[in-house]
């Protein structure tokens, strides 16, 4: 995973192997995890909310946690929760940076479509 580069719920429910349906209700229960929404509404994961995913779903899943010991293991262990701010720089207040973060997330989109047509096992 690259560093800036944000994924589609789709994507991340395939990396993980879980449910879209799974990562839209964790989302409204686990305190620590906030993915960036965009302005149409579509979520948006970092790759430090994708390895927050992976470590939910061992807990969740292998070790038989409940999602109020989800929430305590996580505030307990010290595993930051990430802003939609930190992740994303503070809002923008100029049309030139709007511009950038428009040309950033058309970037993400296009990495994202060629690593699935590259991966694309048919």
Do not use: C, F
Not at 31 to 46: F, H, I
Not at 50 to 66: A, M, S
Not at 104 to 109: C, D, G, K, V
């Amino acid at each position: 995973m690259l560093k800036n580069l944000t994924y589609s719920i789709g994507h991340v429910a395939e990396m993980v192997d879980v449910s879209q349906s799974t990562l839209r209700y964790w989302e409204t229960v686990i305190d620590r995890l906030n993915p960036v929404k965009t302005a149409g509404g579509s979520r948006r994961y970092t790759a430090q909310d994708i390895e927050l995913i992976q470590k939910l779903k061992v807990l969740l899943h292998d070790e038989g946690y409940t999602i109020k010991g989800v929430n305590k293991y996580l505030a307990t262990h010290h595993i930051p929760s990430v802003s939609t701010e930190e992740k994303t720089g503070p809002p923008s207040v100029d049309k030139a940076a709007d511009g950038r973060e428009l040309l950033e997330n058309i970037r993400a989109r296009l990495q994202e479509i060629k690593y699935i047509l590259e991966n694309d096992e048919e």
